[in-house]
């Protein structure tokens, strides 16, 4: 079965630093990646997701994830925080055979100025 | 993209009692997915409804407790019964529309009193 570890429950960065945002995935077959972000008491929104091609995503925000699958990886990066980016961020997988999204416990994105 | 309809946005109610969150699709989906988000936490999958079939649920999961319907398919309801405390939370359901695009409603908070 599909499964996503993300680590580090908490991120802090400084305003204009690079945001990085690990994702780690366990698949059977090849996996289809998401990251959605959570602002406080909003609903998801999708940032980017990875299907097949390309494996280096850009999303919204200036953000974009590299699939790597010797490493089995997904990590969201940005290359400057902005305060605005403050929020929960979730990876996700799809499992091809059910069209299940299984989600990763999050990560929560603060920004300090 | 699909848009979705999720109402209540909110409720408190008390325990013991059954809420009934419903979602409206605005086009045909084959599938549609309830989530649970507990405080502070991630999506756990509930449910999987597919139109004209008994739902498929996670496990941890019972019918008795979070009865589905699917009646067509642009909609579907997610009822949880005999409230405890424990069910406080954010219910979101999600549709798949097409090359892997999720799309999720608002999400209802639940508070059981």
């Known amino acids: 079965a599909q499964s996503v570890t993300q680590l580090g429950s908490h991120v802090s960065v400084s305003e204009g630093a690079l945001v990085l945002l690990r994702c780690n995935y366990s698949?059977?077959?090849?996996?289809?990646l998401f990251w959605y972000v959570q602002y406080p008491n909003q609903g998801l929104q999708l940032l980017l997701k990875?299907?097949?091609?390309?494996?280096l995503v850009k999303g919204i925000n200036g953000f974009e994830a590299e699939f790597k699958k010797s490493e089995t990886s997904f990590h969201l990066t940005k290359p400057s925080a902005h305060m605005s980016d403050a929020a929960e961020y979730f990876c996700?997988?799809?499992?091809?055979?059910?069209?299940?999204?299984?989600f990763g416990t999050g990560t929560r994105l603060q920004v300090f100025p | 993209s699909a848009v979705i309809s999720q109402k209540p946005s909110r409720d408190i109610c008390q325990r013991g009692t059954s809420l009934t969150i419903q979602c409206q699709v605005d086009?045909?989906?084959?599938?549609m997915f309830w989530y649970r988000q507990q405080p502070g936490q991630s999506l756990t999958l509930i449910a999987t409804a597919n139109q004209g079939s008994e739902a498929t649920y996670e496990s941890g999961f019972v019918i008795d407790k979070f009865p589905i319907s699917r009646p067509n398919l642009t909609f579907s309801t997610l009822t949880v019964s005999n409230m405890s405390p424990e069910d406080s939370s954010i219910y979101l359901c999600s549709v798949e529309h097409g090359n892997y695009g999720y799309t999720f409603g608002s999400g209802t908070r639940l508070t059981v009193v």
């Open positions: 086009s045909q989906v084959t599938m």
């Open positions: 698949s059977s077959v090849p996996p289809y």
């Open positions: 996700a997988v799809s499992d091809r055979n059910t069209d299940k999204l299984i």
């Open positions: 990875y299907t097949t091609g390309a494996t």
